[in-house]
């Protein structure tokens, strides 16, 4: 079941954005369950450095299987505020919980107009069915 509360990049990553007490707004990254399922078996994730400047679709690390390494893209862009260090040696939380402790990096929006060009969860699921699994 795919949250509702989340956008989706074409990349199969996702974000979901919170505003925050100074006024910006923060969104949380991850994979989705779709893309982790069809890795299958994960070996490393490999994340950016807090403090780093994203452009929305730009690679900000890597996923690997054993099938296969997958470049990870910003769905926006903004400066990386927070890495979710443990995750790299907890490789089962990004299965186990997706959408919730299995999140890579949180970055503050630096354009909100790039949300527009994300998919709600239904557009998401349909490209989802489409590619098929």
């Known amino acids: 079941m795919t949250p509702a509360n989340l956008l989706f990049a074409k990349?199969?990553?996702w974000l979901r954005v919170e505003p925050q007490a100074d006024?910006?707004?923060v969104a949380t990254?991850?994979?989705s369950d779709f893309a982790l399922q069809a890795l299958t078996d994960l070996v490393h994730v490999e994340l950016p450095k807090?403090?780093?400047q994203l452009?929305?679709?730009?690679?900000f690390g890597e996923i690997e299987s054993v099938k296969a390494v997958s470049d990870l893209y910003s769905p926006i862009s903004g400066e990386i505020v927070a890495v979710h260090e443990g995750v790299v040696d907890q490789l089962d939380a990004l299965k186990d919980d997706p959408?919730?402790?299995g999140w890579l990096i949180q970055v503050r929006l630096s354009n909100e107009g790039e949300l527009k060009n994300l998919l709600a969860p239904a557009a998401y699921e349909k490209q989802c069915a489409e590619e098929g699994h």
């Open 99 to 101: 959408y919730g402790k």
């Open 23 to 25: 006024g910006g707004r």
């Open 11 to 13: 990349t199969h990553e």
């Open 55 to 59: 452009k929305a679709g730009e690679p």
């Open 50 to 52: 807090k403090g780093r």
């Open 29 to 31: 990254v991850g994979v």
